[in-house]
């Protein structure tokens, strides 16, 4: 079965709970208790365990069908979550395999809790430098032309905690669990635009949120012309919550809270506005007294989730197995590395290699017992290769707080304990 | 927001219950009195909803992060089960979009119920016409090379309640719901059969699974060596107990059935075994009584999600979305009908289009308000077109019982209401 991760939530399952029939019915008693507690809370806790496990289950009928599938008690996934509103909740890669992140474990991040919306009532605002202003429901937005596409999200302060403190006990989803995959489904925003008119000395547009901090950004005109999406699904079905139902706005490739949620309005203008979120926040200090503003691309990256903390690994054939991604287009190569980098082997990419998705990546490693440093390293179809510690420190000087990612890797020792390693 | 089904079960969540604070009250007293209840089943009851929806969420505090994420309270597809451990229950394709199944949401169809199996005592035994007969634990298996796919997965029965009795009030997921689609995560079969070492007499392999009936295939080595997996994990996460968790067969567009769930045994031989899968079921009655045995191969098909029954639709234009896939490869061509087959239109396949998983078609329409009878039409890589009802009968006769992919669609009337039309 999947790793644990190594910091669960309080009140996840273990499996002395599942095997004590008098645990189940404590759980489902905790359950009635918290009545006071909203949906999101209450979905921490999980589910009462069915009572016995059968030794053969060949012998006992099983359960019903049902309305809606739970997950086996033996692997319930959770997010480490922050628990505020403010804060951010963490996918749990190390649990995880394939490529798709599960829309329950997608990782949140978001800066006034998430908001309780009807989509029969919410509407889109698009005006300013426009020749037609207008106000678009649902419904509307539901007759353009829509399309289906996989990418990637990940907030620009994935990695930010174990940069500066890599402790030996992180786990994939503490490194990088402000990632996650997804198949979302809307209106090229190109074709909205198209229907209200740009004037022709629109160059920025300003997305706003309709969350209680109306979280604002300012995009270029020319990425909403090109791939920017307005989707109302992800994996399928309707966005959840935590993500922006009813609507939000997708730029691939693009630094996560650029991606508004909960999307109210789009003004079209001549300059940026000077947000906020582009002004205190997500602007990174380099070197020199310069910064980086509107650092919207995010770079070339990987992170190998199996083997990982908190697993310890015997001997012999095992695949190094993890994901790859870059906001500038296609996984062209991961190397996978044992001996901390003096020797990179080239891993295989799985099928599909989509653009501004993350890529599986595996290759086979026979392991004979002694000490290993693994790590990754991803080149993307610009030729960027993902650089190491030093490299990126180098270059951006040590008051950035945003954008990390260098190559990290796991620590595996003789007994085949593994340790997290913050790369060189 | 999506079309609700026509037939939601009994306690699905109405717009009136969100509206009333005191409803939701009344919800969350609802789960705490089901002590008894099994898991799955506890999972049709909604969660309460938040009693109160803010006339403008951006002056409210939204809810904190959490663990596991919920659906918003205003969409909750769900599947229609049939409640019971020898029935079924549907994917709600007319509320979901893109191409992915969430992993809650897939279909169930299962004979004895849903077993509940400890992955860390569950093992697949491999023996008969081997070299070297083993036991392979779930560890044991992830040692093997792993591949991640997507391939959908259909039951042979689906269509049979829409072909027998077409009624205008059908939904697609009344009339296609027993087809899913899903990134499954595994080992390819060959590399475990490589390592047992199969005699050159070995013909045929007996799938059986681990759950009461412990339902048994016989299944043709070479499928087993050409794409044929095992696969521990889908969508991401391990596989849902309603779908073989920990471990099941996956032989791409091939008959659900011969997807063997809770995979326990597989035995090499040199003929079939006649399971009763296979001889009292799953087998095909033929025109001349002749009859189809082991006609695993799912056949090309196609269905309409957007619009759908119980739809109405207004003047103007919007899009007509769907679904088609085969088991025999990719999709290369989708039609689209306005006009019940007079004329056709080819409609857009969105990328990526991937053999054996269902690729979205789509095609924009502008309704005049006049009636109008809209149909889909798939061709595959094979050349295969998919066929008319009437084509369908004609070849194999009154009998048979499975394997319906005849056209079908939706007939709008001039006030734009929908209806099911199960083909000519």
């Not at 009928?61 to 739970?70: E, H, L, N, Q």
Request: glycine share 10%; hydrophobic share 40%; proline share 9%.
């Amino acid at each position: 079965m999947p790793p644990r991760d190594a910091n669960p939530p309080d009140r996840a399952l273990t499996r002395r709970d599942l095997l004590a029939g008098a645990a189940g019915v404590a759980g489902a008693a905790a359950i009635a208790s918290l009545p006071a507690l909203g949906a999101a809370q209450q979905a921490s806790v999980p589910a009462a365990p069915p009572p016995v496990v059968p030794a053969d289950p060949t012998k006992v009928v099983g359960t019903p069908t049902a309305a809606v599938g739970t997950r086996s008690p033996f692997v319930r996934p959770t997010r480490v979550p922050t628990g505020d509103i403010q804060g951010f909740s963490l996918t749990p890669h190390g649990d995880l395999t394939g490529t798709i992140t599960p829309a329950d474990l997608h990782f949140e991040r978001h800066h006034a809790g998430v908001p309780l919306i009807d989509p029969a009532r919410h509407t889109l605002t698009v005006h300013g430098k426009v020749a037609r202003p207008m106000v678009f429901s649902m419904d509307d937005l539901r007759r353009f032309p829509q399309v289906t596409r996989t990418y990637f999200l990940e907030c620009s302060g994935n990695g930010r905690a174990a940069f500066r403190d890599p402790k030996p006990d992180l786990t994939p989803q503490r490194v990088a669990g402000l990632l996650s995959n997804t198949e979302w489904t809307g209106v090229p925003l190109h074709a909205l635009l198209e229907e209200v008119g740009m004037t022709g000395d629109a160059t920025w547009m300003l997305a706003e949120g309709g969350d209680a901090c109306m979280l604002t950004r300012s995009i270029p005109v020319a990425k909403a012309m090109d791939d920017a999406l307005l989707v109302w699904a992800q994996n399928g079905e309707p966005l959840r919550p935590e993500n922006g139902f009813p609507l939000r706005l997708l730029l691939p490739g693009w630094e996560g809270n650029s991606n508004v949620k909960w999307l109210r309005r789009l003004e079209l203008g001549t300059a940026p506005w000077m947000t906020r979120w582009e002004t205190s926040k997500y602007t990174d200090p380099l070197l020199g007294q310069k910064a980086r503003q509107f650092s919207f691309d995010m770079d070339a990256k990987s992170m190998i989730t199996s083997p990982c903390v908190p697993q310890a690994i015997t001997k012999g054939w095992r695949p190094v197995s993890g994901l790859a991604w870059t906001g500038r287009g296609r996984i062209t190569r991961v190397e996978v590395s044992v001996d901390g980098g003096s020797s990179w082997h080239d891993a295989a990419l799985h099928e599909p290699v989509l653009s501004k998705a993350v890529t599986r990546f595996s290759w086979m490693w026979h392991w004979q017992g002694k000490s290993a440093l693994l790590l990754s390293r991803a080149t993307d179809e610009t030729g960027y290769v993902q650089p190491t510690r030093t490299e990126l420190t180098t270059a951006r000087g040590p008051g950035t707080d945003y954008h990390f990612n260098q190559i990290v890797g796991w620590q595996v020792d003789p007994s085949g304990q593994l340790t997290y390693h913050g790369g060189r």
